[in-house]
């Protein structure tokens, strides 16, 4: 029975309801865990406001804001969480950002700074948040983090996400590695295609979706509340036995020939 009930989750990447993070979050929820919410703050507060609506029934016990440029607001996310809940067990890493330019076109003409930046926000944050939740995850805990088979294979215009990811699955090894003694595993889910903000920045993603449904052996894409369940099993002791590992959420698409 996946029970996760007095476990402390913090969820990372909640935009709107149509957010892999939002599938994971209400899994996790169903499950009992006790659930932190971070989103990315705005000059106007405009998405607090939008993520704290859509998160209230979900009850989580800490909502904070987290850009993960930002030294200062990862400090204070994880100093909350040590004040208010004394440990975590859970990390859900489900963020991404490179520039819409950078997601179409010509992959030798991507930018040093869109480059830079792609791989501090989408790759470089998990190994951070790691570093920072690994001592407060006292009883062993679980991270999981969001990656595309575009970081395996050279997608059409999933470009320099696809070394972003290539780069976030090598990370989710290396975590793996270091963090297993403390009983801490860190795995990957690789989701496919599905409509979200992030996904509607890659060039041509509505035609991968139709190619998807055309040739996954399920015939299907998948949704959010599939990657949740996915998660919710790979935050519980059902996964005792798993670390280091990426698992294909996909309706089973990455085992095919093109
Ligand atoms: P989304 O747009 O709903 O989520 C992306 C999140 O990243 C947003 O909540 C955004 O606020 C957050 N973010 C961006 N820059 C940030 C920063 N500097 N600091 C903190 N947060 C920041 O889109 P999504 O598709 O749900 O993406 C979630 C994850 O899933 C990403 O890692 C994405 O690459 C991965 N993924 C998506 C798909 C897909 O088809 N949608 C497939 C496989 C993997």
Same mark, same amino acid.
Request: charged share 15%; hydrophobic share 40%; net charge negative.
């Given at each position: 029975?996946?029970?996760?009930?007095?476990?402390?989750?913090?969820?990372?990447?909640?935009?709107?309801?149509?957010?892999?993070?939002?599938?994971?979050?209400?899994?996790?929820?169903?499950?009992?865990?006790?659930?932190?919410?971070?989103?990315?703050?705005?000059?106007?507060?405009?998405?607090?406001?939008?993520?704290?609506?859509?998160?209230?029934?979900?009850?989580?016990?800490?909502?904070?804001?987290?850009?993960?440029?930002?030294?200062?607001?990862?400090?204070s996310t994880f100093e909350a969480i040590r004040h208010q809940w004394g440990k975590l067990d859970i990390l859900?890493?489900?963020?991404?950002?490179?520039?819409?330019?950078?997601?179409?076109?010509?992959?030798?003409?991507?930018?040093?700074?869109?480059?830079?930046?792609?791989?501090?926000?989408? +790759?470089?944050?998990?190994?951070?948040?790691?570093? &920072? *939740?690994?001592? =407060?995850?006292?009883?062993?805990? $679980?991270?999981? %983090?969001?990656?595309?088979?575009?970081?395996?294979?050279?997608?059409?215009?999933?470009?320099?996400?696809?070394?972003?990811?290539?780069?976030?699955?090598?990370?989710?090894?290396?975590?793996?590695?270091?963090?297993?003694?403390?009983?801490?595993?860190?795995?990957?889910?690789?989701?496919?295609?599905?409509?979200?903000?992030?996904?509607?920045?890659?060039?041509?993603?509505?035609?991968?979706?139709?190619?998807?449904?055309?040739?996954?052996?399920?015939?299907? +894409?998948?949704?959010?509340?599939?990657?949740?369940? &996915? *998660?919710?099993? =790979?935050?519980?002791?059902?996964? $005792?036995?798993? %670390?280091?590992?990426?698992?294909?959420?996909?309706?089973?698409?990455?085992?095919?020939?093109?």
């Open positions: 029975m996946l029970n996760l009930t007095g476990k402390n989750a913090l969820v990372t990447g909640i935009a709107n309801n149509r957010s892999i993070a939002w599938g994971i979050a209400q899994q996790l929820h169903k499950a009992g865990a006790n659930l932190g919410i971070t989103y990315l703050p705005d000059e106007r507060g405009k998405m607090e406001k939008k993520v704290a609506e859509l998160v209230e029934p979900l009850n989580p016990s800490l909502f904070v804001p987290c850009n993960v440029q930002d030294e200062d607001q990862i400090k859900i890493h489900c963020l991404a950002f490179a520039s819409k330019d950078d997601l179409s076109g010509d992959f030798s003409q991507t930018s040093r700074s869109g480059f830079k930046t792609a791989l501090e926000i989408s +790759t470089y944050s998990l190994v951070q948040l790691s570093g &920072a *939740a690994k001592p =407060l995850m006292t009883e062993g805990g $679980s991270i999981v %983090t969001l990656t595309y088979l575009g970081g395996v294979r050279a997608i059409p215009n999933y470009n320099v996400m696809g070394v972003a990811k290539a780069g976030l699955e090598m990370s989710v090894r290396y975590l793996a590695a270091e963090l297993g003694p403390q009983n801490i595993r860190v795995n990957a889910i690789s989701a496919g295609p599905i409509r979200t903000l992030a996904s509607s920045a890659v060039g041509g993603i509505l035609d991968m979706i139709h190619h998807v449904e055309e040739v996954a052996p399920l015939r299907r +894409t998948v949704t959010q509340l599939e990657v949740g369940n &996915a *998660a919710a099993f =790979l935050c519980s002791d059902l996964s $005792s036995g798993i %670390t280091g590992q990426i698992l294909y959420v996909d309706a089973g698409y990455e085992i095919m020939g093109m």
